[in-house]
């Protein structure tokens, strides 16, 4: 008697089980395709902010430096660094360092198409990546042209940034500098943790 008894009551409670399965799950699948919806449209229009952002520390670095110096840029062929006139902007890290301390933000000046100071560091080594080249996408738009290049999808240490290339003109008018910016947020890392956020959320209003 008593075994029959367990049996209806695990039988019982399977049902159940069943029954909340099925009033939760249609709860949470749609909070969760809601929530791809909104990262996604919410992702763009962080991508139009924080660009923008980028566009507005370019152009504060760009006057910071011709306040230093209003002479045009060069390279200094002794010790291959980047001068502005008369001052030196590859020796002066902490200058370059002190433009995107507290942010999450780097930065990267350009002769050419060869990256001379940067406050971006190799994550491997730890040094700063001086030396490479842009792509010739970036060349052609901002120092051929004289266009502003937004991308969010530019790979720099193995991951996909939003960034911002800016001319820089010297006193002829000519360009041959680019100033990068970048935003140390990629796109995945928000795109990842809003979905996590969202999918607890669902969750948390299906068990209730």
């Given amino acids: 008697m008593k075994t029959k008894e367990v ?4 039988k019982g409670l399977s049902l159940v089980a069943k029954l909340i399965a099925l009033s939760v799950l249609p709860v949470l699948l749609v909070g969760i395709i809601l929530c791809f919806v909104a990262v996604s449209s919410t992702r763009a229009g ?7 952002g980028l566009d507005m520390l370019s152009t ?30 590859s020796a002066a890290e902490d200058i370059i360092d002190g433009f995107v301390e507290g942010t999450q933000a780097d930065v990267t000046l350009f002769y050419d198409n060869t990256r001379y100071a940067t406050s971006l560091r ?3 080594t730890n040094k700063r990546i001086i030396g490479t ?17 937004h991308s ?18 010297n006193s002829d008018g000519t360009i041959n500098d680019e100033l990068l910016t970048k935003l140390a947020e990629t796109l995945e890392g928000f795109a990842g943790r809003e979905i996590k956020n969202c999918v607890l ?7 209730q």
């Fill in 7 to 10: 049996k209806q009551t695990k």
């Fill in 46 to 52: 962080i991508g139009e902010t924080q660009l923008s």
């Fill in 152 to 169: 969010d999808s530019t790979v720099i240490n193995n991951t996909n940034y939003y960034v911002s290339y800016q001319p820089l003109k």
């Fill in 133 to 149: 080249t842009c792509s010739d996408e970036v060349y052609e738009a901002v120092v051929k042209n004289g266009q502003v290049f």
């Fill in 122 to 124: 190799n994550i491997d």
């Fill in 60 to 89: 504060s670095m760009a006057a910071a430096y011709d306040a230093l110096d209003p002479g045009d840029y060069w390279i200094k062929m002794e010790n291959n660094h980047l001068m502005k006139g008369e001052f030196d902007v």
């Fill in 201 to 207: 959320s669902a969750l948390v209003k299906a068990s």
